[in-house]
């Protein structure tokens, strides 16, 4: 991996002084051979499948962390999309997020994702059934995680899903009103969903995975922003670009190390490395002040998509050069409460929703840890989903919807999580109603580009 000793101080440094870390080690587990059409059984057949998989997931994290001195923030567990198992067993889905939540504090691991459930096409026996499950699960877990995919390049959008889902983020936060709405904290509804996805509350392991796969999310928003900071002020882009993904390959690599070493001492396979520059609330940690660097004076203002679409082009392709494993949704993510910057911007009103919609076109997924008036009503909520949901249809990518309506707060206050999920401003929305459009429900159809034999045929004659 190293070629040098040079190489070996470079990353010592980037731990020491520039907050490089592993975000996140995360154990992928199909629990396809756990359903049955008895839901207490299957829950059985759950609990010691994580049990016996993930049993030295932390252990092991904690032993390559004290071998290389390399910080490992979480580890985590994703499974089988739960609705699979639902449609089969029948019964309520709750017993399954118990199960789960059970089963991620018996192994110690910080969160588990895969209470989900894929509809982008159409319903499914069980997926109905756990979407309105979703509120009461969150409620009563912890480290449960959820996730809903309601559209894709090859579906189309399925508006029926985004309205029932604009009521389920609302419902979420007001049962979890008194423990700051983490209820809408811990749901996220996507379009074109990645089944490798290691960093929450998105994961699940998705049905063409294998069996058990051990991936790995690095981390360094700190180290691209103090290589940055040395370069000249007349530096050219082209040469920042250059800058970001050497830097990038470096960091990679470095996951490469951790997540092969993991799977090795776990005995499954590797999986992929997910280099995604996620924020946390710590100073220098931040998305948002690497665009600074780049020359914006405060992230939000005129030049912030190019900037950021620049960034994310640069980090995927230094990620590519160091690992044929690339893979979830590697790039940048610009989640608000959890990036101090971000907060700044929102807070001197300079980064405002639409502007973060914009930027959702060029980062890695869309609109995240964005808190709303608690007052929103579900139909604004749904709508918000349905835009983020057409940016990523029509350019074939993810995109993600995670917002949190702050019960009781309004525009200007602000709702405060703790930890990584940080903190942050409650944003103003648009006042016009778009719930006569909503309560059409069906389908957006899939863009034109979706059918590529037939595009490249026009295309030809």
Known sequence: M????????????????????????????????????????????????????????????????????????????????IAMLAGVSGGDPVKYARTLDRAAHTVGIDFIGGYSALVQKG????????????????????????????????????????????????????????????????????????????????AFHGVGEADSVLSVGVSGPGVVRSVLHDLPDDAPLN???????????????????????????????????????????????SVARILEEIGLEQCGTHGTTAALAMLNDAVKKGGVMASSSVGGLSGAFIPVSEDEGMIAAARSGNLV??????????????????????????????????????????????????????????????????GLLGYGPVMDLKNPSPAKMIRRGGRIPAPLQSLKELTKNINAS
Request: include cysteine; hydrophobic fraction near 40%.
């Open 123 to 202: 319903f499914s026996a069980g997926d109905r059934e756990l979407i309105e499950s979703i509120p009461q699960a969150l409620a009563e877990t912890q480290l449960v995680c959820s996730s809903v995919n309601i559209g894709s390049t090859k579906a189309g959008i399925n508006m029926d899903a985004v309205a029932l889902m604009g009521r389920q983020i609302q419902k979420a936060a007001l049962l979890t009103k008194d423990n700051q709405c983490m209820g809408a904290a811990k749901l996220v509804v996507f379009c074109n969903a990645v089944e490798d996805n290691p960093f929450m509350a998105g």
């Open 353 to 418: 929703l639409e502007k973060l919609e914009a930027m959702t076109a060029v980062c890695s997924v869309g609109l995240d840890m964005i808190v709303i008036p608690g007052d929103t009503t579900p139909e604004t909520i749904s709508a918000i989903i349905a835009d983020e949901a057409a940016i990523g249809m029509v350019n074939s990518k993810t995109t993600a919807v995670r917002v949190i309506p702050a019960i009781g707060l309004k525009s200007g206050e602000e709702l405060n999580f703790g």
């Open 2 to 81: 190293y070629n040098d000793i040079g190489d070996i101080l470079e990353t010592i440094s980037m731990i020491r002084d520039k907050n490089l870390d592993v975000r996140t080690t995360t154990m992928g587990i199909s629990l396809l051979d756990c359903a049955d059409s008895d839901i207490d059984r299957s829950c059985e057949k759950i609990y010691e499948k994580i049990c016996r998989k993930a049993e030295h997931l932390v252990e092991t994290g904690e032993k390559i962390t004290g071998k290389y001195g390399i910080p490992i923030v979480n580890k985590r567990v994703s499974v089988t999309p």
């Open 239 to 285: 040469e920042v670009a250059e800058t970001i993904k050497k830097t990038a390959f470096k960091i990679t690599r470095v996951g490469q190390l951790v997540g092969s070493e993991a799977a090795a001492a776990l005995g499954v396979p590797f999986g992929i490395v997910d280099l995604s520059l996620a924020p946390t609330p710590a100073i220098g940690d």
